[in-house]
C-alpha cells in the first residue's frame, strides 16, 4: 500500500507540475520547457482564444493532479475519483490516436506519454481497485 500512495503522490505532483508549465507559460512559450519561438502567430485573435483554451485545460490537468495527490492520502475515500480519472486520462491517450500519425505517435516526443496514458495508467487503475476492493462502500 505504501509504493501505491507513493505513486500517486509522485504521480500527482508530475500532474501538477505539467498542467502548471502549460496554465501558466501557454502555448506560446510551450510553457516551461523553452523560448517562445517556436511559433509564430498569423491570426493574434484566434490564437489568443486556442491559448486561453489550453490554459483552462491545462487548469483541468493541474486539479487532476492535486486528486492524485490527495489521493494518496485518502487513497479508500478517492478510489472512485481515481479510479474514473484514470478512465479520462486513458480516453485522452486514444484520442492521441485520431491524429493517425504513426511516426509522430512512436516519436520519443509522443510514445513515452501514449504509453503512459493506454498502458501505465489503466494497470495503476488496477492496482487501486485491487487494493481497495471492498473500500466501495466506506
Partial sequence: MVLLKSLLLLSGAAIIWLGLNVGLGGIETLGWQGA??????????TFAVQDNHTRFIAGVWTCVG???VAGAFALQRLRTVLIVLIGMIFVGGLMRLTQ?????????????????ELVLFPLLGLWIARATRGAEHV
Avoid at 517562445?36 to 485573435?45: K, L, M, R, Y
Avoid at 493517425?100 to 503512459?116: E, K, Q, T, Y
Wanted: aromatic letters at 6%; proline letters at 7%; charged letters at 15%.
Fill in 36 to 45: 517562445g519561438d517556436f511559433v509564430q502567430v498569423t491570426d493574434p485573435g
Fill in 66 to 68: 492535486v486528486l492524485f
Fill in 100 to 116: 493517425s500519425d504513426m511516426a509522430l505517435l512512436m516519436s520519443r516526443d509522443i510514445a513515452p506519454s501514449l504509453v503512459a
